[in-house]
């Protein structure tokens, strides 16, 4: 039994463990911990299947150096929900991961943040990657005699039930981190292995919808980067000095370094031998509507791209603000709609620059200091503009556009003025339907992902459709 406000319980014995403090048995976590205790499946202690290591902090100080290639050493940025992020990947020596077997990984050992923003989250070793993982995180050695499927096991840490765990079991003075021996005792529910399978092979699924998503993405980068001969400006850019001439019918409105860098100048003396456009002349730019603070709402409205939505390439729209939008208002606002391939633009702060495609059917809205670039002809296909923008070349020209010191700024007016190289229609053709191409596989990937994530929750729930599995085998 819990009462909400106050927070108070009265909890049976099966539910108390070796804590007693208030953060402990919040009537929220007791709550999802009672389902899941009373749920009917079996339930097996993690140290069951796996062994529970990491990294110490002697070993880390002590033999870890970064080197430019070599062994993988992941850090928790590298740990995402359900899948393994190979960006800003570190590196170390052969020399030293053979040094440290212990904690050397293999395919079915779990990843597991242990500290920081993305406490908890959790995901499979890459089939086939050697690696090590940093003191900031634990890893799940898979024993050898024990029959489990680990993209199972994964899905339900990073399922409701596996968060209210972590969550329990984090400490709360300073920085967020896990207690390791508690960490030891977390449950897993065991159904029978068809249901493992069923639910792991999504997750299966989601990982090579990812990979050939990347695959698309890296062909377009190839086929624009050679038809732009990044070659060629590259050596020009090597050779740039700190100072050049600018000529009189270079010289705008704008007299200031960053805007009339060496750098841009080449980049724009390179695109010379190509047909260019400017970004107004052959797109549409709405600056996103400032709504009040009042109109936000968690749980109903209409959705919002806010600026911290927007990565390179996609939208997070699983956790979209929403905003309650009377009528009257909805009609005066409309302008302020995206929709689906359209690209929204971040025009303010840290996230300056990055560029992403809104590929879903249903309307949104974009909020304050995010540019929605719609075409207004099919001269230029969008997925090809949104390789541009995002490549170095496009943040190199997007910097040059931004002003101000503390947080960095872009004007529509600046926005609209980005000079775009056309390269032949066929090309951009490719680039487009692969980058498009590359979302959808991406979002697919995503969805997959929350689907296993639903199935582990209904399963605990007594919502589980066994015909699904019947169906699948």
Known sequence: MALEKPSAIYAANILIEDRIDADAYNYLYIKEISKLKFSGLKLANITDFYSVEMLTGFENSKY???????????????????????????????????????????????LYTKTGSNL??????????KAIA?????????????????HYVSTFLNSKYGKVQTNRAQ?????????????????????????????GDKVRKAEELREEAKRLKKEAEEIFYEAIEIDKLNSKLIKVTKFSWIKENQIEDRLDLKYNSPSIITIYEHFRKYKCSLLKDEFKTI??????????????????????????????????????????????????SCNIQDLVYAMTGATIGKVAMYIDNETVYINQRVACIKPKRNNIPTGYLLLYLNSDIGKEISYSLSTG???????????NNIVIPQLANNIMDKIHHNVLNSLIKHKESKQLIQEAKRDVEDLIEGNFDMSKVKANS
């Open 64 to 110: 870890i150096n970064y080197t430019n290639q070599g062994i993988p050493f992941i850090r928790c940025k590298n740990i995402r929900d359900n899948y393994f992020d190979e960006d800003d990947l570190t590196y170390i020596s052969e020399e030293v991961y053979n040094i440290l077997k212990r904690a050397q990984l293999s395919d079915d050992d779990l």
């Open 120 to 129: 908890g989250q959790v995901c499979c070793v890459p089939k086939g990657m």
């Open 134 to 150: 940093s003191s900031n995180c634990c890893f799940f050695k898979k024993s050898q005699n024990k029959s489990i499927d680990s």
């Open 171 to 199: 400490t709360k003075t300073g920085q967020p981190t896990i207690d390791f021996q508690r960490l030891k005792q977390f449950l897993i529910p065991i159904p029978s292995p068809e249901i493992q399978k069923y639910i």
């Open 287 to 336: 600056s996103g509507y400032a709504f009040s603070s009042g109109d936000f709402d968690d749980m109903d409205g209409e959705k919002v791209i806010k600026i911290g939505d927007i990565s390179d390439f996609t939208i997070d729209t699983t956790s979209l603000t929403r905003v309650k939008i009377g009528t009257k208002v909805k009609e005066r606002i409309r302008e302020f």
């Open 405 to 415: 010191v503390a947080q960095p700024n872009i004007a529509l007016e600046e926005l």
